[in-house]
């Protein structure tokens, strides 16, 4: 077959190369064939060896790339990715507050979202009145049962939500309505004549009081 | 149950459908036994799988705003849990995509194995060479920094230069006549839509071509063994040479990516090289031509191996050299773009064509190297694989030329930059804006977007300041006028060594009109150290002597008995001959002194340097104050330009 005065590449004597499994089935082939047979029988040790090797290295290499994109996806289940308004806030001057007839007032915050900072955003409003004893009280004006804003009403000396008919006595109590707990009381302090509030959000719905 | 389950799974199943999809994936035959030499095509594989994962998390964070973009990635880099790695394997992994694709591309060249019936997977795997490539473009840009935004806009302004349809192709890919935020929402729906679809379906028509016709036996495998005195050994050495040349710089050269770079070089090297070597019979083969090994397990345990080795690799270099982020895309703001280091051989070349004739490095050249490439397997005809026929010959020649020129001019290109020290500064300068732009951001960027944030930061404006209004006479890192006292390290140790050793030097004072003092080189090193080190404590005790610490005492005698005192007062607010040193550094005494150089307190009758009260607002001086006293910590930090700070050298003691 080869001939000797001239270098023979076999690839030009087997034009036909390698064909894939079934496809062309020359004597060539068929000898191909064979051999992987006898190879698989006498290399079986071998070919556990290979797929253990296989498995292990794929999977590390699947590892390394999926740790950081779960860890990535999963970083805002125990992070806080928002965050507003934290510790005291002022709202107001004591001046304005009259007892007797609480006075709405905004919280206004840096708002950290993410990577973006934003100063002054209101966050919502409370309801501030003033005690006795000089000290001032205040309320979230977030009702407790869905969310939407409660409105004081002088008539009636009540909070009232517009929602779902949830009505308040001026210290938070339910008077009457779907509220399944009282209005949530804010920490407040007053210093130099400013009134300043610690605001927090509560999980809506439930009787007691948790923070969202 | 169990059984039920079983029965219910059997009613559902199509019909061996699961197991003939796995076996048409797993049934290759590989010709001669599998070997690690095959790996770079199944490495490809999975490093697309890689970016695609880890592209996936960082599209959980990214935005793709002109305002947002650079926070999002620094929120990612620096807050988000596993942020770096996630980005840096995405960073790194793109590189690695062009070296394993070049490898890859190189290998199926010289083994010969596009030719005839397999043109179609050499033009397929051309497409997808071009699309991995248009992958690292519109990347490049999406962190919206100022690497990033510089070097994509030389991209597309080059594609401007197309005749005819330049401006309207460059309009379309960045989204209308300026870079803004529609350049990256197209840029990034081109990134994470466009370019994977693509890039998926043309891979997939790749590999199912490549199965169809089968891999090809190297032709090592099928040769006469004995040694053939006829083949052409210049055809072996030159691919070796070309590799080994290209690990060899780039381990000198390519600073941030060195020894990834070299290794995978080498990697590539050694069994390419040794299996020609094979082929020369230079090595004896034990290759049996009969075998015929399988993908599953034998090639794909190796595939493993090598994919585990790369991800590794990409691993470990973004946890120990994080992914870039420079400071926010800025275009006010001076910036030397340099492309990554995959395009820096087109950016060469872009250097020696001027005027009409750019049309030539941007198009021209590249079109017809393209051109050539797709016409290799219409060229490079005949059965006949052996990278040692001689027929094959002129082909090796172009194919490896073009290799070599690629390394060469990118070793050009990182040389140049290497030699100029402007290069250097400008670098330097980028690297301080990016450093304090990762700083001030920490707590959150406003509204406005990073850009804004850096620009309205007290000490960058007082550096950008400081280049607009005093550069023009003080010098800074080699840079600017030298008409007034270098204040490269200002107000750290060594620069007030330095002057009291020599004020008439140069660098001093020696251009202005204030000569009056005299060189205190007499006093020998260690008392100078010591007065420096008194003098430098100033700025954080800008109170009078009577007051100072303790650990001050002793540097104020020095300075007494050194006879400093008779022209540089120690007391706040007293007039004398020379500057009032009381706080000198501090930022009373900067803000006072620029406001008004010329006053009793400071330089008198002499002065010649602006009355900065006038020129800047309180906020601007402030700035400037700023920038001044971070100085002295810079070059303390940096230990640079040591000429300007070492003690003169015997024999040129000043006179």
Known sequence: MPVSHKRVYRDELIPSGLVPLGKRCSDREEQNRIDVSEHMARGEPRRVFLKWMAAIAGSAAAIVAAVPALGAALFPIRNRTVTEGEGFIPVGDVSDLTQGAPLKAAVRATRVDGWSQTKGVELASVWLEKKPDGSVKAFSSICPHLGCSVDYLPDSGTFNCPCHGSVFARDGRIVSGPSPRALDPLETRVEDGRVLVKFERFVCGTPDRRKA | ?655
């Open chain 2, 1 to 655: 149950m169990a059984t039920g389950a079983k029965k219910l799974l059997s009613e559902v199943a199509p019909r061996g459908a699961f197991a003939a999809a796995l076996r048409a994936f797993l049934d290759e035959r590989i010709p001669g036994g599998a070997r690690f030499v095959y790996v770079f095509g199944s490495a490809l594989v999975i490093l697309f799988a890689v970016q695609a994962i880890t592209g996936i998390g960082l599209a959980l964070y990214y935005s793709p705003s002109a305002t947002n973009a650079w926070a999002s990635v620094f929120y990612i880099q620096h807050k988000v849990a596993f942020g770096q790695l996630l980005r840096g394997l995405h960073h790194y992994g793109a590189s690695a995509m062009i070296l394993v694709l070049g490898l890859h591309m190189l290998q199926t060249f010289t083994f010969g194995a596009y030719k005839q019936s397999r043109a179609f997977v050499w033009w397929t795997g051309l497409l997808l060479l071009f699309i991995v490539i248009a992958f690292g473009l519109t990347g490049y840009l999406l962190p919206w920094d100022q690497k990033g935004y510089w070097a994509t806009r030389v991209a597309t302004d080059i594609m401007a230069t197309v005749p005819v349809i330049g401006r309207a192709l460059q309009y379309a890919l960045q989204g209308g006549n300026e870079y803004g935020n529609l350049t990256l929402t197209r840029f990034y729906a081109i990134h994470v839509v466009i370019l994977p679809l693509l890039l998926t379906g043309l891979a997939v028509g790749h590999v199912a071509l490549f199965r169809r016709m089968g891999g090809i036996t190297p032709s090592w495998r099928l040769l006469d063994r004995r040694p053939d005195p006829a083949a052409k050994r210049w055809v072996l050495t030159l691919p070796v040479a070309a590799l080994l040349f290209a690990a060899g710089i780039s381990t000198a050269l390519f600073l941030p990516l060195g020894w990834a770079v070299a290794a995978a070089c080498a990697a590539g090297a050694i069994p390419i090289a040794t299996q020609l070597a094979r082929s020369a019979g230079l090595v004896s083969s034990k290759d049996d031509p009969a075998v015929v090994g399988e993908f599953w397990p034998d090639q794909l345990a190796r595939n493993a191996v090598f994919s585990l080795g790369v991800v590794a690799v990409l691993a470990a270099l973004s946890a120990y050299r994080p992914a870039p982020l420079d400071a926010p895309a800025d275009p006010t703001v001076n910036y030397l773009p340099r492309p990554d280091w995959y395009f820096l051989f087109l950016f060469q070349l872009l250097k020696y064509f001027e005027g009409p004739l750019v049309v030539v490095g941007t198009l021209l050249i590249p079109g017809l190297i393209t051109l050539v490439l797709i016409a290799l397997p219409l060229l490079d005809r005949g059965a006949v694989r052996s990278p040692l026929a001689p027929q094959r010959a002129p082909f090796l020649l172009f194919m490896y030329s073009l290799v070599a020129g690629i390394f060469i001019l990118t070793y050009l290109a990182i040389r140049a930059d290497q030699k100029n020290p402007e290069v250097a500064r400008l670098r330097r300068e980028a690297d301080r804006s990016a450093a304090r732009a990762i700083e001030v951001a920490k707590d959150g960027v406003p509204p406005e977007g990073a850009a804004a944030l850096l620009a309205s930061d007290p000490r960058e404006q007082g550096r950008r300041l400081f280049r607009r209004s005093c550069d023009s006479c003080h010098s800074l890192d080699g840079a600017g006028g030298a008409k007034a006292p270098d204040l490269t390290g200002y107000l750290s140790r060594s620069w007030i060594a330095g002057l009291i050793r020599n004020p008439d030097d140069p660098r001093y004072y020696g251009k202005t009109k204030l000569h009056e003092m005299e060189s205190y080189a007499g006093l020998g090193e260690t008392q100078i150290a010591q007065l420096s080190k008194f003098l430098s404590a100033l700025a954080a005790h800008d109170v009078a002597p009577e007051k100072y610490p303790a650990e001050l005492r002793d540097g104020f005698k020095l300075y007494q008995q050194a006879e400093c005192e008779s022209c540089h007062s120690l007391q706040p607010g007293e007039e004398g001959p020379a500057p009032n040193l009381a706080g000198y550094g501090s930022p009373r005494w900067l803000r006072d002194f620029l406001r008004d150089p010329g006053t009793g307190l400071y330089y008198g009758k002499d002065n010649e340097m602006p009355v900065f009260g006038k020129r800047l607002t309180a906020d601007q001086l402030e700035s400037v104050v700023a920038f001044l006293r971070d100085l002295a910590p810079a070059i303390e930090d940096r230990h640079a330009n040591a000429a300007l700070l070492a003690p003169p050298r015997a024999g040129t003691e000043h006179r």
